[in-house]
């Protein structure tokens, strides 16, 4: 029972890094790209749902991407959306399409982007640390009913606190490259 949870808390601690990973692939530098959009929601007949359900998103050229809702009355909402966003974002409507031109690098937007960045990570480590909260409460619950003694819960609460820390270390180490990557000029 005991490698069985500690094997299935690694590969999901592994699964919060690799979902880590894809978010800062998508804050980029300089250039445009769609996947910057993929976590801005829109308000849909009462719901927040994600862009990319209401609206084609593209490429128009390297420094502009292009949203264009499928519904002509989804177009203001779309705009605010992404206007009120935490990317710093200025889009301008153009008829059905709208222009969402990315900002020039300064100083202060590699500084918001950083701050993008350790937000992301923060919630990675809160989703390691929830996967230990989890792990630990199994283990605490086959002591309760008998299946486990204290002592094999003591020493698993250590191996999953090994694997948590291995986790943190590595957001924290992705985190480290990706602000490194955004300051260089």
């Known amino acids: 029972m005991i490698p069985e949870l500690k094997k299935t808390t690694e590969h999901k601690m592994h699964k919060s890094i690799e979902a880590l990973k894809a978010d800062l692939a998508k804050v980029r530098t300089g250039r445009a790209h769609t996947g910057l959009l993929d976590h801005v929601t829109v308000e849909y007949y009462g719901s927040p749902v994600p862009i990319n359900q209401v609206a084609n998103v593209t490429l128009i050229d390297a420094r502009t991407i292009g949203v264009q809702p499928w519904e002509k009355n989804m177009v ?24 969402v031109p990315m900002p020039a690098l300064t100083e202060e937007r590699r500084r918001d ?10 919630t990675a480590k809160v989703a390691v640390r929830n996967l230990r909260r989890d792990a630990n409460q199994q283990l605490k619950d ?17 191996e999953i ?25």
């Open 113 to 122: 982007l950083t701050k993008v960045v350790r937000h992301e990570g923060e």
């Open 161 to 185: 606190q090994k694997l948590t820390d291995r986790s943190v270390a590595e957001i924290d180490k992705l985190l480290a490259q990706k602000e490194q990557e955004l300051m260089q000029i």
């Open 142 to 158: 086959a002591v309760k009913d008998k299946l486990i003694s204290e002592d094999e819960e003591r020493r698993a609460e250590d």
């Open 76 to 99: 203001s909402k779309v705009e605010k959306a992404i206007r009120d966003c935490d990317l710093g974002l200025n889009p301008a409507a153009q008829g059905e399409l709208i222009r």
